[in-house]
Nanobody, 119 residues
Framework: QVQLVESGGGLVQAGGSLRLSCTASESTKSINYTAWYRQAPGKQRDLVAGISHNGRTDYADSVKGRFTIARDNAKNTVNLQMNSLKPEDTAVYFC?????????????WGQGTQVTVSS
């Protein structure tokens, strides 16, 4: 059972920056994909950005050019650098890890970290 720990959330003014980190309790050499999702009150949980085991990245249109996702394999960590933050980025941010081993797929979620952007 892989545990994910998120950190780096907080309160920031519009235009500011935050870096979120998602650290896994163990490394995996399997095919995997790590993503950040966010959920604002009363809204569904949406994909923000994702990165595959071989470095392919995906971004929601709303964050392209402002957010960057990157892996630090030595630390079993995926970071989300968030720049030029807007009030509409306010949400709880969740880390998700998908591991594919043969025919099996395992999904793991972190506990979430609050990001609040004030105007």
């Amino acid at each position: 059972q892989v545990q994910l720990v998120e950190s780096g959330g907080g309160l920031v003014q519009a235009g500011g920056s935050l870096r979120l980190s998602c650290t896994a309790s163990e490394s995996t050499k399997s095919i995997n994909y790590t993503a950040w999702y966010r959920q604002a009150p009363g809204k569904q949980r949406d994909l923000v950005a994702g990165i595959s085991h071989n470095g392919r990245t995906d971004y929601a249109d709303s964050v392209k050019g402002r957010f960057t996702i990157a892996r630090d394999n030595a630390k079993n960590t995926v970071n989300l650098q968030m720049n030029s933050l807007k009030p509409e980025d306010t949400a709880v941010y969740f880390c998700k890890l998908i591991i594919i081993t043969g025919p099996d797929r395992y999904d793991y979620w972190g506990q979430g970290t609050q990001v609040t952007v004030s105007s």
